[in-house]
C-alpha cells in the first residue's frame, strides 16, 4: 500500500460521505414531512413511537438527524420528553437498513442475476436515471427522486473506491497486527465510539467496516465489538446538540446514549459468553459485508427488546442524571428550535402550526373586543392585551424563523408554503392591533359612561356580524389552504367598505340632526376604521392563498377582474353578502 492508495482511501471516504448526505437529503424531500409529522400527534404509547422511529430513519437514512430533531422539538416544547424514548430505540433499529444496502457489495456469483444486485454493476444505471430525472424533468418529486439515485450512486462509488484502496492492506503484516490488537473486545468497543464521533454517523461507520472486511482479515470477534462501539459513538452528535437546551432536551440525549450503552453492556458479555461456552471460535472465523449487516441488526434489534419492557426506568434514570433546573429552563426557552431545521418539511409544518395558532388567538381576541362596546369587562381587557403581546411575539419570532427556513433548499410546494406564511402572519398582527384599538373605544365608552344611538348601533350590529363572517371565513381558508373558500372573501370585503362608507354618511346626517356628539363620533370613526382594515387584511390574506395555490396568477389583474364584474362568482357572491348585511332596516334612520 502506498501513499496513492491512501489518497484513494480518503477519496473514497469523502465520496461515501457525500453519497450519504445527499441520498439523506433526497429521501427526506420525498417523504415531505409527512413521517415526520406524525411526531407532532404522538400519543405516549412507546410502541408506536418505536415502529415510527424505525420508518422515519429508515425514510431518511440517519437516526442522528431524527436524535437531533427530538432534541429540537422537546426544546421547543411540541414533545413531551417520555414520547422521545420510543421513537429513539425505532431509530437505532432503522439504521440497519444502510448495512444491509451495503451489504450488496460482498455479492459474489456467476450468476448473472445475482451479479446485477452488485452495486458496481447496477449504480452507474443509477447515476445515468438520477441525472437525467434532474436535469429533464420539471417534477420536484421526480428530481428528488434523481437526487436519491445520483446519491446512491456516488456512496456505493465511494464505498468501491474504498474497498479497492484497501484490497492491498491483505498483504501487509503491520496492518494484521493492528487489526490483532482490536481483538481485545474492549479496545474494539473503544475504537468504534472513537471513530464514530469523528465522523458522526453509524452508518457510515458500518459501512466502512464493510469496505474493510473485503480484505479479508477482518473476523467477527473483531467486528462484533466495533460495531458496538459505533453504535456509543453515534450519540457524539445527539449530546453536541444538547448543549444550551432546556432540562427535558438535555435527557433526549441521556436516554440515546443510554440506551446504546445498556445494549454494549447486556450484549457484549452475552456474546463472549456464546462465543466461548459453545466453542464458536469466532475471533478467527472471517466477516464478509453481510455478516457485519447481522451482526449490526441483531446488536440493535436485542438491546431494543432487553430494553424496551423498561422505558420507564430509564425516563427515571435520566431524569435523575439531568435534574430540573427551572431558571435555567426559563432562560433557555425557545419558540421554534432550530434544530428542526435539519428536516425542512417537518420546520414548515411546525411554521404553519404556529401560525394557526397565531391565527385563533387573533380571532378571539377582536371578537372578544367588540363584544366589550356593549358589556365592558377590565379582566377581559387585560387578557386581550396580553394576548396581543402573544401575537406579537408570534410574529416575531415566527418571521425569524421562516426567513432562515427559506435560505434551505425546499420543494417548489414548501417554498410556496413558506412565502404564504411570512406574508400572512403580518396581517393577522395587524388585526390583533386593530383589536387593541377597538378595546380602547370600548374603556373609553365606559370610562365616559356614553353610549352611541339605538340607529347606531343596529347599524354597527349588521356590520359586526360581516366582519365575524369575513374573519371566520378567512381563518378557514387559511388553516386548510381552501383557495375556494378564499375567494368569497374579497367579495365580503367591497361589502364591508360600502357598509363602512354608509354608515359614516348616516352617521353625518345624525351629527348634523344633533342626534349624537362630537365625542361619539370621533369613537365611531375609529371603529369603522378598525373594521375597515381588518377586512383589508383579510383580503390580503385571501389573495395570498390564491396566488400561492396557482403560482402563475397575476394577483393585480385577477383583483381588477372581480372588481369590474369580469368575474361571475364575484359578482354573484356581491350580490348575495350585499342583500344579507343590509342597512334597510324598517325603523326610520336620521
Known amino acids: ?37 406524525l411526531l407532532r400527534e404522538m400519543t405516549s404509547n412507546p410502541a408506536k413511537g418505536l415502529l415510527l422511529g424505525a420508518i422515519i430513519t429508515i425514510a431518511i437514512q440517519s437516526s442522528s438527524a431524527l436524535t437531533v430533531m427530538l432534541v429540537g422539538l422537546v426544546n421547543s416544547g411540541i414533545m413531551e420528553f417520555g414520547q ?3 421513537v429513539i430505540m425505532g431509530a437505532n433499529v432503522g439504521t440497519t437498513l444502510t448495512a444491509w444496502i451495503l451489504s450488496l457489495s460482498g455479492i459474489s456469483s456467476d ?9 458496481i454493476n447496477f449504480s452507474p444505471l443509477f447515476a445515468l436515471l438520477g441525472i437525467s430525472l434532474m436535469m429533464i424533468s420539471k417534477n420536484n418529486r421526480k428530481k428528488s427522486i434523481g437526487s436519491v439515485l445520483i446519491g446512491f450512486s456516488i456512496l456505493m462509488y465511494g464505498m468501491i473506491l474504498m474497498s479497492d484502496a484497501m484490497s492491498p492492506l491483505a498483504d501487509m503484516p503491520e496492518f494484521s497486527g493492528i487489526l490483532t490488537a482490536f481483538s481485545n473486545p474492549l479496545l474494539g468497543v473503544l475504537a468504534g465510539t472513537i471513530f464514530t464521533g469523528i465522523i458522526q454517523s453509524s452508518a457510515a461507520a458500518v459501512g466502512i467496516l464493510q469496505a474493510l ?8 470477534g473483531i467486528s462484533v465489538p466495533l460495531i458496538m462501539g459505533m453504535n456509543v459513538g453515534t450519540c457524539v452528535t445527539a449530546l453536541i446538540s444538547s448543549i444550551g437546551v432546556n432540562t427535558n432536551a438535555k435527557r433526549v440525549a441521556v436516554v440515546h446514549i443510554t440506551c446504546n450503552i445498556c445494549g454494549v453492556l447486556i450484549c457484549l458479555p452475552l456474546f463472549l459468553a456464546i462465543n466461548y461456552l459453545l466453542n464458536l471460535n469466532l475471533d478467527n472465523k472471517i466477516v464478509n459485508p453481510v455478516g457485519i449487516a447481522i451482526c449490526h441488526t441483531v446488536f440493535n434489534v436485542l438491546t431494543t ?13 435520566a431524569t435523575k442524571v439531568v435534574k430540573e433546573q427551572t431558571d435555567t429552563d426559563s432562560k433557555n426557552e425557545v419558540f421554534l428550535d432550530e434544530r428542526i431545521l435539519l428536516s425542512p418539511s417537518f420546520a414548515i409544518f411546525e411554521c404553519n402550526h404556529n401560525a394557526v395558532s397565531m391565527a385563533d388567538m387573533t380571532e378571539d381576541i377582536l371578537i372578544e373586543s367588540i363584544k366589550l362596546l356593549q358589556n365592558y369587562d377590565e379582566s377581559k381587557a387585560e387578557y386581550i392585551f396580553n394576548t396581543e403581546t402573544k401575537i406579537d411575539n408570534y410574529e416575531d419570532q415566527l418571521g425569524t424563523f421562516l426567513v432562515k427556513l427559506s435560505g434551505k433548499e425546499l420543494t417548489e410546494s414548501d417554498n410556496n408554503q413558506v412565502s404564504k406564511l411570512l406574508h400572512t402572519i403580518g396581517d393577522f398582527e395587524r388585526i390583533s392591533d386593530h383589536a387593541i384599538t377597538i378595546t380602547y373605544v ?9 353610549h352611541f344611538s339605538k340607529e347606531a348601533m343596529s347599524e354597527l350590529e349588521v356590520l359586526t356580524k360581516a366582519l365575524s363572517e369575513i374573519l371566520n371565513l378567512t381563518i378557514s381558508a387559511f388553516e386548510t389552504d381552501d383557495d375556494v373558500t378564499a375567494t368569497d372573501i374579497e367579495p365580503l370585503e367591497q361589502v364591508i367598505d360600502g357598509l363602512v362608507l354608509e354608515i359614516k354618511n348616516r352617521h353625518i346626517e345624525r351629527l348634523q340632526g344633533g342626534a349624537c356628539t362630537i365625542d361619539l363620533g370621533f369613537m365611531l370613526s375609529d371603529l369603522l376604521n378598525s373594521y375597515q382594515r381588518v377586512s383589508d387584511h383579510c383580503s390580503n390574506i385571501a389573495a395570498c392563498i390564491i396566488q400561492m395555490k396557482y403560482s402563475q396568477l397575476d394577483m393585480h389583474n385577477y383583483l381588477n377582474s372581480i372588481k369590474t364584474g369580469e368575474n361571475e362568482h364575484f359578482t354573484k357572491e356581491f350580490e348575495k353578502y350585499q ?12
Open 84 to 86: 422521545t424514548i420510543g
Open 213 to 220: 472486511s473485503l480484505t479479508g482479515l477482518v473476523s467477527f
Open 579 to 590: 342583500q344579507k348585511y343590509s342597512l334597510d332596516f324598517n325603523t326610520n334612520v336620521n
Open 442 to 450: 370600548a374603556k373609553e365608552m365606559n370610562e365616559k359612561n356614553m
Open 305 to 317: 427488546i432487553f430494553l424496551f419492557p423498561f422505558i420507564k426506568q430509564i425516563e427515571k434514570f
Open 111 to 119: 450468476n448473472i442475476f445475482l451479479q446485477m444486485l452488485k452495486p
Open 1 to 37: 500500500m502506498n501513499i496513492f492508495s491512501i489518497f484513494t482511501l480518503c477519496g473514497g471516504l469523502a465520496f461515501f460521505l457525500y453519497g450519504m448526505q445527499v441520498l439523506s437529503a433526497g429521501l427526506e424531500k420525498i417523504a415531505g414531512g409527512k413521517l415526520e409529522k
